[in-house]
C-alpha cells in the first residue's frame, strides 16, 4: 500500500499506484511511503477471488453442488474480504506514521 505525506499541509493520506506525487488537499509535492502487504491483504485477496468466483459461478447458473450453502459463501467471503481489508489499512496506516516519526 502506498501512502502520501504532504509536508506543507502535514497530511498523511492513501495513494493509488497511478496517481502523481501530488497532494489532494494542496496541490503540494508529496513524498510517498511504501508499505509492503501482510498476511491480512493476502486473505483479502483470496477471499476476494472465492467471492469472486461464487459470483460468476451464480451469473452463469453453474452448478457447485453446494446447495444454498453457496449464497452463505458468497456472501460471506466478500464481507470478510472486506474486514480484511480494514484491517490491512489500518495496519498499513499505522507503520506509515511509524516511519514518518517526528514530521507529523
Known sequence: ???CYCPECKDLQPTAWYRRKVCKRCGG????I???IYYYGMAMYALSAVGAFLVAA???RYDLGLG???LYLMFGSLIAAM???AFESARAYDIARKRLGNDL
Open 1 to 3: 500500500m502506498k501512502f
Open 29 to 32: 509535492e508529496c513524498r510517498i
Open 34 to 36: 511504501s508499505v509492503p
Open 58 to 60: 451464480e451469473l452463469f
Open 68 to 70: 444454498d450453502l453457496r
Open 83 to 85: 474486514v480484511f481489508a
